[in-house]
């Protein structure tokens, strides 16, 4: 009897796995026929209750409008991985086979969307219909942030009902969604009520020196449980003014921000007004001192070396009044 070899018993042993392993390849890449242009939908958006063949995969010679099963819920996702994808091309005997685990097909469901911006919009209206007057907004808690409906449904929704508590400025509402007549989402939820206060503020950062005008103001609305007593909310009050110190842009202002500006300084050759009954009457002065407008100050003229007491008026000009 021929002895074998446990050296010879063990390489022959090896040469079997590698040609089983060749094989395996060779049987997952042996279903070519069309494979070439068979492949992979990986993301695909899919409006009807099912998802079909033809969904999935892209290239197939029948088959397309076969139904695999349900499609995902309005505006959510399925995944297929790679092991379900084979099971589905053995069991239909398509000439496809997975290259890697990683192979996949994700499926959203198409839909109509509905944001947080435009349900608070329709709740601020049904608000404003029950009597809450003044500038206000309101917010809802992020678990109604969103609604989804099927996608032939319009974008609307119906407030049906609205009850507000006016002392601690909340609401409760129910909901309808595309309507009252059609809820195919209909749902109650909470909410808060934030009045809005309108405050002038800086269009642009401005240092001192610079006399604010009508052009660099605008306006932003503020939550009244935020606003801060003090704020300056008359644009008159900024108008003809000089930030205290250097003002960022949109922030709110006190009035201690803003002081008036300079409009004479000391050492400047001024006009000076002299109202004297009927008559009025100018001379050219020096200014002793600087001065905003409204300000009383030294000014000595030029003519006759006299210093006077002038209210500042106007730039480099100022006014003397008779008694």
Do not use: C
């Not at 029950?130 to 500038?135: I, L, P, V």
């Not at 000014?299 to 008694?323: H, M, P």
């Amino acid at each position: 009897m021929k002895i074998i070899s446990d050296t010879t018993l063990s390489k022959a042993q090896s040469v079997r796995r590698v040609l089983g392993i060749v094989a395996i390849a060779a049987m997952l890449a042996l279903p070519v026929r069309g494979s070439l242009a068979m492949g992979l939908k990986e993301n695909v958006v899919v409006s009807n209750n099912t998802i079909t063949l033809g969904d999935i995969f892209y290239g197939l010679e029948r088959d397309e409008d076969r139904v695999l099963g349900v499609s995902p819920r309005p505006g959510q996702d399925m995944v297929l991985n790679a092991r379900t994808l084979l099971r589905i091309a053995i069991a239909l005997d398509l000439p496809w086979r997975p290259t890697s685990s990683s192979e996949q097909v994700v499926i959203r469901r198409d839909a109509t969307i509905i944001g947080q911006g435009a349900i608070e919009d329709y709740l601020k209206k049904a608000i404003y219909n029950e009597g809450f007057t003044g500038d206000f907004t309101v917010r809802i808690p992020p678990d109604y942030s969103q609604i989804v409906l099927p996608r032939d449904e319009p974008a609307s929704l119906e407030v049906t009902r609205v009850a507000l508590n006016r002392i601690k400025n909340t609401f409760e509402a129910t909901v309808a969604a595309p309507s009252a007549d059609n809820p195919i989402q209909k749902f109650q939820l909470s909410g808060t009520i934030h009045p809005l206060i309108s405050v002038p503020v800086l269009k642009e950062n401005i240092e001192n020196g610079h006399v604010i005008g009508a052009r660099d103001i605008e306006f932003i609305q503020v939550r009244e449980s935020d606003f801060v007593n003090g704020t300056i909310v008359d644009e008159q009050s900024m108008i003809g003014m000089t930030p205290r110190r250097f003002i960022l842009a949109g922030r709110p202002l006190r009035s201690g921000d803003m002081v008036a500006p300079k409009i004479v300084s000391r050492g400047d050759l001024v006009t000076v007004l002299l109202n004297q009954g009927p008559l009025s009457l100018t001379a050219k002065g020096k200014a002793l001192e600087n001065g905003a407008k409204g300000d009383v100050i030294r000014v000595v003229n030029v003519s006759s070396n006299v210093t006077i007491e002038a209210l500042v008026t106007g730039v480099n000009e100022v006014r003397v009044d008779s008694r």
